[in-house]
Every structure is written in C-alpha cells, then in structure tokens.
C-alpha cells in the first residue's frame, strides 16, 4: 500500500518513514507543511495520508484542512492522524461526513510498534482507529447531548469505546474479560438501541461508534 506522511518535526517525520518502510509500506512522499500535503496526496494518489494537525504555514490546523481537502478530492483516500493533543472538534469533523478509514492516535501514547502498525493497516482498510483518549472526551460531550446513551448499561458503553478503537471482538472480550458470544450479543443491543437495522449497503459497526460519538 501506498502512504504520503505529513510531519513537520524531521526527526518524527524520518522515523515514520523508516516504520513504515520496514513494515512494507512503499512510501510515496514525505512534506514539511500542508501545501505540499495537498500536492504530494495529488500526484501519488496514496491509499492512506498520515498527517500532524499543526503544521506549517500557520501552525494551526493546517494539517487537518489539507486531511479534509485530500478526502473531498478523493473520498476513498484513508487518513490517519497524529497528533500530540486531544482536539474533540478536529476528530468529529474527520468523523461527520465519511467516518470509514479515519484514525486519530495520540503521539506520545504509541509505544508499541507492532500496534502502530496494525492501526495503520486497519485505518488503511476502511476502519476506524481512534485513541482512547479521544474516545472519552467525545463520550463528555455526547453523554450530554445524545438521548439513546441514557438507555446503554456501561458495560455496552465499554464495549462501544472499544469499537470506537478499533479492537475486534476477541480483543474487546479480553480486555474486558468476558466471553466473545458476550460481546456479540452487546453488540447487538448496541445496534438497536441506536436504530441500526441491518443493511446491504452499510456497515452497522462503524455506524454505531459514528452516531454515539457525533451526537
């Protein structure tokens, strides 16, 4: 698969080359602001963009701009961001329009390379990734504004954190130490708490963590 980085701290920036290098990845471009993001994303048409949100020119949120730009030129076009704080707004405005393939992780909580790696590939494929972090300050905010969460017990909240992950069903049993029949069967009051009939055209687990985390 193909990825452009967008990284203005060299140092980040050369290590996730190497990364992603060494895991397969063909690298097809690297920039220093978003612009060239814009540019590089244009001429290599990549599978995924990983990008900072503060970046240059104006070390604000350039990165995050040129993530949405890239997607409404190509919808299809996975984007993966790293970034060092917990912004709630960016993450929903990542999430509102087209939620598949959208990651948001924390760079100073990635300390397992392998997992890394993983989350990369899965954001790549179409899924969502979101640091537990941002996961619980999305919660904040939508347990205030969002009716359907009052009906939700808080192991099904647990669980829907853990979608919101991106972990399995296995991954979500051990880590809350439960049988995966368990948490099929939460799963599935989840979706009809939320009204997620089931579809052929939609993809009811990523629906679930989108409409209770954009309230």
């Known amino acids: 698969?193909?990825?452009v980085i967008g990284e203005d701290e060299a140092?980040?920036?050369?290590?996730?080359?190497?990364?992603l290098q060494g895991a397969g990845w063909d690298v097809?471009?690297?920039a220093d602001n978003a612009p060239d993001l814009v540019r590089l994303a244009g001429e290599h048409r990549p599978d995924l963009v990983l990008t900072d949100i503060r970046m240059p020119p104006e070390h604000s949120e350039d990165g995050l701009r040129a993530a949405v730009a890239i997607r409404a030129d190509r919808p299809e076009t996975a984007v993966l961001v790293l970034s060092q704080y917990v912004h709630r707004q960016y993450a929903r405005e990542?999430?509102?329009?087209?939620?598949?393939?959208?990651?948001?992780?924390?760079?100073?909580?990635?300390?397992?390379?392998?997992?890394?790696c993983r989350d990369v590939g899965i954001v790549a494929r179409g899924g969502t990734v979101l640091d537990p972090e941002v996961?619980?300050?999305m919660l904040t905010r939508a347990r205030s504004d969002h009716d359907a969460l009052s009906l939700l017990t808080p192991r099904q909240t647990d669980v829907i954190a853990l979608l919101a992950q991106g972990r399995t069903n296995a991954g979500?049993?051990?880590r809350l130490g439960i049988s995966e029949k368990a948490v099929v069967q939460h799963v599935?009051?989840?979706y009809d708490v939320l009204?997620?009939?089931v579809t052929g055209d939609d993809h009811r687990r990523v629906l679930a963590v989108i409409r209770y985390l954009n309230p």
């Open 1 to 3: 698969m193909r990825v």
């Open 135 to 137: 996961v619980s300050a």
């Open 94 to 116: 990542l999430l509102a329009d087209r939620p598949a393939g959208v990651g948001y992780l924390l760079k100073q909580r990635i300390a397992d390379v392998a997992t890394f």
């Open 11 to 19: 140092l980040l920036r050369e290590g996730l080359v190497l990364l």
């Open 172 to 174: 979500i049993a051990r």
């Open 195 to 197: 009204g997620l009939a």
């Open 28 to 30: 097809a471009g690297v």
């Open 188 to 190: 599935s009051r989840i």
